[in-house]
């Protein structure tokens, strides 16, 4: 996986300042251009969901594209460096979910009490 590479976005004067983005709508569409050796994916969160795990609410980032170092430095740093040392699509969505299913464990501990 190569960190330095991002999708570059065609015909806008956006651009992707980091490789972990949080995005909600945009009021604009966007093309992105994804060079041959990037994957790329995404997670939909259900409205209200993000709060869950980053006690953040999506309607918050309507228009915008915010890096996740800002929500969740800790979870960035965690993350990256696991992702880079797979080779497969499957196994960094599975290191994903598996990070998002601890903290949904950790939010409902914290309500169990």
Request: proline share 4%; net charge neutral; hydrophobic share 40%.
């Amino acid at each position: 996986m190569n960190i330095s590479n991002r999708p570059l976005i065609l015909g806008n004067k956006k651009n992707f300042e980091d490789n972990f983005i949080l995005n909600r709508h945009q009021n604009e569409f966007y093309d992105l251009q994804i060079d041959k050796g990037l994957s790329v994916f995404s997670i939909v969160f259900q409205p209200q969901g993000l709060m869950t795990f980053f006690n953040f609410p999506l309607n918050e980032l309507y228009n915008q594209s915010v890096p996740l170092k800002y929500l969740n430095r800790k979870l960035e740093q965690e993350i990256l460096p696991q992702l880079i040392n797979v080779q497969s699509f499957e196994q960094r969505v599975q290191i994903v979910e598996g990070y998002f299913s601890v903290m949904l464990k950790e939010e409902h501990n914290r309500f169990s009490l």
